[in-house]
């Protein structure tokens, strides 16, 4: 039907000019001029509207971007009343905190959680997938605010003080911006993570967002900060069993004197935990250590 109608339109096109020449209007010349100006704009004009589903995509995916542009963060980064604590203990409180995603109100992620734990102790948790484990890692790092009660960083709600994807060698550094390069090698050795380091391409040059080894590096830089609270979400759930074993005994090291928080799903990483808290639906339903919970014959843990 197409070939039909570009057809039509050619010979149209040329009956037309031969009218005009055989009346002497126009010269073979200008008709001739004219015939490929239209033809050439039809099919310019065809393949335009070709394409308006696309263009129509392409608005739209235009119009999302820049709404996220323009969207202002509830968290402002830059306020200047927030206080800075020079030296953490690392005690940490929930108190009465309930959260919701803005993409899910509907769903309540965690109900009413109320927690201490103390600093220089090792605590787990552990529940099914949706249990808010990784939520209760989030509100800490404060990537969101709760939507109701308050989370104390050694009693100072941490929406009042002041608490990174680049190289591996910048994740490192991020620990302590001053640390000279055999300071760095040294503290991924203390890792067990200077060896497979090396043998990447670029090196310590390796971006860590894009490297399958992420998951490997991404403790070092906690060893040369120093820091007294450590948060390991699933630390080593992409590891094999041996290079699981390897980074297990450097962060047994680095976890000495501590607060560690940690979430995960194997034994080997939360069997020694000073406590372990067993999520489920967005409530704390158990908290004991190992030995505590695998007695128990109802519980939720065993």
């Known amino acids: 039907m197409a070939y ?31 015939f490929f ?105 404060r990537f969101y605010d709760p939507s109701s009660g308050s989370i104390l960083i050694d009693g100072h709600d941490i929406r009042k003080p002041q ?11 991020y620990g302590n911006n001053g640390a000279t390069e055999i300071e760095i090698m040294k503290s991924a050795k203390v890792a067990n993570a200077h060896e497979f380091i090396s043998k990447m391409p670029d090196g310590y040059a390796t971006l860590a967002i894009r490297d399958p080894n992420y998951q490997k590096g991404k403790n070092k830089g906690a060893i040369l900060k120093d820091p007294s609270i450590l948060l390991l979400d699933e630390a080593t759930s992409t590891l094999d069993s041996s290079s699981e074993k390897v980074v297990q005994e450097a962060l047994t090291k680095v976890m000495r004197r501590r607060t560690n928080i940690i979430v995960a799903h194997r034994f080997l990483t939360i069997r020694d935990a000073d406590s372990i808290i067993v999520m489920h639906q967005g409530k704390v339903v158990e908290i004991g250590n190992h030995k505590e ?3 128990s014959p109802r519980s939720l843990y065993a």
């Open 163 to 173: 608490l990174f994807s680049t190289t591996i060698y910048e994740n490192i550094r």
């Open 4 to 34: 039909h109608n570009f057809l039509c339109f050619v010979l149209m096109q040329l009956l037309y000019g031969m009218l005009l020449f055989l009346h002497g209007t126009n010269n073979f010349g200008d008709i001739i001029k004219a």
């Open 37 to 141: 100006i239209l033809m050439m704009t039809a099919i310019a004009v065809a393949e335009t509207l070709a394409l308006t589903p696309e263009i129509v995509k392409g608005l739209d995916a235009l119009g999302m971007v820049f709404s996220i542009l323009e969207r202002k963060a509830i968290i402002n980064p830059d306020d200047h009343e927030l206080i800075i604590l020079a030296n953490i203990k690392g005690d940490i409180e929930f108190q009465d905190v309930s959260f919701k995603y803005s993409t899910r109100p509907y769903i309540c992620v965690l109900q009413n959680l109320n927690l201490k734990i103390p600093s220089g102790k090792t605590v787990a948790l552990v529940g099914t997938s949706g249990s808010g484990k990784s939520t209760m890692i989030s509100l800490i790092m």
């Open 293 to 295: 919970l695998i007695g």
